[in-house]
């Protein structure tokens, strides 16, 4: 089995020139055997027409997306059709280039464009769970407005019982400075208490002089 590289050694398409440069410089890389078929060469014709009538991909460029003719490089593995560029680019991206060029074993060839649709499922897939548990994440707008109102009211609720307990110690504190306040002032009322028949002693001895000396003129 021989893989052929039908190139265009004449196109006016500078994206054409490129990928066939592409292709030829990794097939080279990986030391992957091929014939280059140029179908501008003269004698070439039988081989353009059979890659135009073989090639379902057309091989589009953005100059050129949709050719009248499928666009080089096209890739074959002897009369058997691989694919254009694009399918040669993602198949070297994904490491199945040798299945996508038909050198692999026979059962893994079976199943070369399965695996490639396969890789790209898992890819969508895996991005699709990783969206989900996303939004799976994100709290639901009206629960955590709920939460935010009851946090505040129990807040409020907590500053009212911390004001009424300091007025109530506040309370307390000065009923208790009056009490001491009155406590101070009762040594004092005695003592005033106590100097009255002190006052009263006085006044009766000087009753009884003035009495003796009225007693002692009327003699």
Known sequence: ??????????????????????????????????????????????????????????????????????????????????GDYDAFDMANEIDTLEVFLKLAPADTTAVSTAQIELKQENGDAKKEEAEAEAEDKKPESGDGDVDVKEEAAEKA???????????????????????????????????????????????SQSDLLLDSERAAAAQ
Do not use: W
């Not at 911390?162 to 208790?176: F, Q, V």
């Open 1 to 82: 089995m021989v893989l052929k590289v039908y190139v265009s050694g004449m196109s006016g398409n500078k994206e054409v020139k490129k990928r066939q440069q592409r292709v030829l410089m990794i097939l080279d890389s990986k030391n992957i055997k091929y014939d280059t078929v140029d179908i501008t060469e003269p004698g070439k014709e039988s081989e353009k027409e059979l890659m135009q009538n073989k090639s379902t991909s057309n091989g589009g460029t953005v100059s050129d997306p949709e050719p009248r003719h499928p666009l080089p490089p096209q890739l074959f593995n002897d009369d058997e059709y691989c």
């Open 157 to 203: 609720e907590n500053e009212d019982a911390d004001g009424k307990d300091k007025e109530n110690s506040k309370g307390e504190d000065e009923d208790a400075d009056e009490e001491k306040a009155e406590q101070k002032k009762l040594p004092a009322t005695t003592t005033t208490t106590t100097a009255v028949p002190a006052k009263k002693t006085s006044d």
